[in-house]
């Protein structure tokens, strides 16, 4: 199975600041055949199920805000969101569709 | 409105069996690949298991093994998950997902889950 890392487990923001969730997978997710990294973020507020935002690494889905950006390739990702508002305050999870799915152990992001 | 609305779960003692089940709406239910996908409490995601368009192909995470069968009934526009042997470890909820198009594990609409609790 793929290993999927992230750092922090938490961190706080001040509102309009910037946050930055990394992601790290035990082996690479880029897909050579298409040069594709399946790799994507889900942001999951309190109650509420899992929500898509980013897929293939960076590809925003429709409606999301793009405050939020995600970059990386390979094995090293990062999820940015640029002016943190007060809605964006949830768990984030990177997950891998590479292989048999598995997602990062999360990350908490509040406002400081 | 694309809608998955789970039920069946709740309170069951350790080795005993449940049946959850996923009521799909406002899309195709055929042409894409279903998931169940739990979090235990406080806990992160687990993918559980999926199933392909027509049901001919089912894969699971090695815990669900030999416990756990997916199935669907197109017809019904619905999906399943029996769960039998259940642990305490199996404690979570479970969320009905459905794959994006074209793909079988990228999920990108969930359900709001329901609550599977194994306990004596």
């Known amino acids: 199975d793929i290993v999927m890392t992230q750092s922090p487990d938490s961190l706080a923001v001040s509102l309009g600041e910037r946050a930055t969730i990394n992601c790290r997978s035990s082996q690479s997710v880029l897909y050579s055949s298409n040069n594709k990294n399946y790799l994507s973020w889900y942001q999951q507020k309190p109650g509420q199920p899992p929500k898509l935002l980013i897929s293939?690494?960076?590809t925003r889905e429709s409606g999301v805000p793009d405050r939020f950006s995600g970059s990386g390739s390979g094995t090293d990702f990062t999820l940015t969101i640029s002016s943190l508002q007060a809605e964006d305050v949830a768990v984030y999870y990177c997950h891998q569709y590479y292989t048999w799915p598995t997602f990062g152990q999360g990350t908490k992001v509040e406002i400081k | 409105e694309v809608q998955l609305v789970e039920s069946g779960g709740g309170l069951v003692q350790p080795g005993g069996s449940l049946r959850l089940s996923c009521a799909a709406s406002g899309f195709t239910f055929n042409t894409y690949w279903m998931s169940w996908v739990r979090q235990a409490p406080g806990k992160g995601l687990e993918w559980v298991a999926n199933i392909k368009l027509d049901g001919s192909e089912k894969n699971y995470v090695d815990s669900a093994k030999g416990r756990f069968t997916i199935s669907r009934d197109n017809a019904k526009n619905s999906l399943f998950l029996q769960m039998n042997s259940l642990r305490s470890e199996d404690t979570a909820v479970y969320y009905c997902?459905?794959?994006?198009?074209?793909?079988?594990?990228?999920?990108?609409?969930w359900g709001q889950g329901t609550m599977v609790t194994v306990s004596s």
């Open positions: 997902a459905r794959g994006a198009q074209g793909l079988t594990r990228l999920f990108d609409i």
């Open positions: 293939w690494a960076s």
